[in-house]
């Protein structure tokens, strides 16, 4: 399981986790809440009437005449308030009345319980004791939405208790906001939880991005691609891919100058001994005419190296480089139609023919010296491959986003078993009329070339016999490797 996975399953479960249980405390929370808000405004109203009461009160007597006369008004109203989600139409409040030994002597819900002994009610006992009387019963104990809360206030007469009088606030009046507060805290809870969860998963993958990067950077040098180290910034992996990339340089430095002087010595050793045996016999006598053979033996031999060199600092210099220098618009058409004009006298000499097939303009922006070296390498290895009188073509084919140019040949093909390796630095097959072998750097060289300008080469058999060599370029330079 990757980082990021792992980060955002945690991540998700503890912040699932944490929001469930503020969600579950908080819809918890919400009833005694408001049944404390509602104790609170009972708590007035039953001191509001009981001071009314108490003001009509004479010992001995307490008048409920006007209580029951305000109900009987009140229950003759029709009213409609809505209150938030809430339609209120009806008069919820009831209101009872006990004398000093707890016998009920007013009841607004139509005298039901009048006469009645409620000495024992919570409410009333605790009252004519002279505490805070409060109380909550249920009609149906198994079901909490039927309870009802009562709250009693003392009716005094010269500072003595003459009576209780109760109000009583059904539970089924606030079941409604209480339910709309926990549908609402509920909603609240998933939107906040969603919100930090996509927030979480930005920040984790904003965290895991630059590990990705450079993972793939780590493999695509594995892979032994050509590739720049990523953009990490100036964090902690920032410094860690500046740290991968100098290693990787100071491997590679390592492995090239190793393969370099190994690839380098082996292919000096045939033209070294060849100037070693012509150098020992030129030192004994022998007819002029073997003299002359073995000199020119030697010339060739010392132009060989001299290529080989040439060709390895052309290449290493090449393989160095991060980015294209001097970028300009280049003509591929002009610049084919030069490379076959320098190449007519050896056309001429295997009497080639050589035909340019590029039916439209196509320019691409890159460095003209490493453009033209490139397509004569590979104008130079189909000319070598091909047999006397034989045909070289050049297509010139400009797509929407790239150029391509094709070189075929008819010459023999390449082996099977060389496909795969004409590319490699010092690899070379057998010239068809000489035999010989080139330095095996001039197709490494158009490799490196088409990869620095963003492209690709590739050399393939044709069906009807002969070689294909496709160069694409693209039409917009890459960005510098860093």
Known sequence: MSIRVRLCTAFLLLTALGFYE??????????????????????????LLASHVSSQATEGTIPTDDLRAAFDEARKRQFSAKIYDIMKTRLDLRVYVTDARGRVIFDSNHGKDEGKDYSRWNDVYLTLKGKYGVRSTRID????????????????????????LTVCKPARSVNLFIRNAKINTVIAGIIACAVVVVVGMALSLWITWPIGKLTRYARAVRDGKRVSAPRLGRSEIGDLGAAFEEMRKALEGKQYVEGYVSALAHQMKSPLSAIRGSAELLEEEMPPEDRRRFLRNLRSETERIQDIIDRMLQLSTLENRNALREVEDVDLGTLLAEILESLRPVLSKKRLRAALDAPVRVSVRGERFLLRQALLNLLENGVAFSPEMGELSIVLRQTENAATVQILDNGPGIPAYALDKVFDRFYSLPRPDTGKKSSGLGLAFVREAAELHGGRVAIENRPEGGARAVLILPLSPPPPRI
Request: net charge negative; glycine share 4%.
């Open 22 to 47: 503020l969600v579950r405390w908080n819809a918890n929370e919400v009833r005694p809440r408001y049944l404390e808000t509602v104790e609170e405004s009972i708590v007035d109203t039953a001191i």
């Open 141 to 164: 104990p198994e079901d909490p939405r039927t309870s009802s809360l009562y709250v009693a206030a003392p009716i005094l007469v010269r500072g003595e208790i003459a009576g209780v």
